[in-house]
């Protein structure tokens, strides 16, 4: 009887580490993986850029404007945690520059601006939202560089405040449209050289402009 009930328990061991990996692929399959990266290639859309020039004179504006133009670019994230992501972010915006208020009236300058700024956003918990659409806040800093003809070249610190909303088809698969505003120090000032012989002196002070985007959102 003794023997019996030894090898009984023998055998229910047995099944019972036949049985283990079985039971942790199912315990897998119910908790799905964490995906913790982001990559977004995106289009959109810059506004007007105006940096006030020197030296200035009362009762008039002189400035130099960067002309509002579409934008591209792409995002690489990694998530921390769940509703927590920091991105690393580039986007050009190919457009061109012209003065107001300056006499006489250089020509339009064509002018690359390259942004590149780091990201973080958070998601907070919206209650009674779906898991398919996800809002966040945004905060970001970096760099921009500008570049073009007539020796235009420079770079100055940028940051930004925005936020948007991430919308999933899947857990892989989703979409965000963004909205961010964007200022630039130009301190030191900076030269522009606008053909002729004319050079614009920009006063050291931030110019600002704003940016609207939207793409896919690739999660892995």
Not at 57 to 63: E, F, V
Not at 185 to 202: D, M, Q, S
Request: with cysteine; aromatic share 12%.
């Amino acid at each position: 009887m003794v023997k019996r009930v030894i090898n009984l328990l023998t055998l229910v061991a047995i099944l019972q580490f036949i049985s283990l990996p079985v039971a942790l692929v199912a315990q897998d399959q119910s908790e799905p993986r964490r995906l913790r990266f982001d990559v977004t290639p995106f289009i959109g859309y810059r506004t007007i850029l105006t940096f006030p020039v020197e030296p200035h004179i009362t009762g008039i504006n002189p400035c130099v404007v960067l002309d509002p133009s579409a934008s591209y670019g792409f995002s690489i994230g990694m998530r921390p945690r769940e509703e927590d992501l920091i991105e690393v972010r580039w986007a050009r915006q190919d457009s061109y520059i012209e003065t107001e208020e300056i006499t006489p009236q250089p020509p339009q300058q064509r002018i690359i601006l390259d942004q590149f700024h780091g990201d973080f956003s958070h998601e907070p918990l919206v209650e009674d939202w779906p898991w398919r659409a996800k809002p966040y806040v945004l905060a970001s800093v970096g760099a921009t560089h500008v570049s073009g003809s007539a020796n235009i070249s420079f770079t100055r610190f940028s940051f930004g405040i925005g936020g948007g909303i991430r919308l999933y088809a899947t857990r892989h698969f989703g979409f965000k449209v963004q909205a961010e505003w964007l200022p630039v120090i130009a301190n030191p000032r900076v030269a522009f050289v606008c053909g002729g012989g004319c050079v614009v002196l920009v006063r050291g002070t931030a110019a600002s402009q704003g940016e609207v985007f939207a793409g896919p959102i690739f999660r892995f």
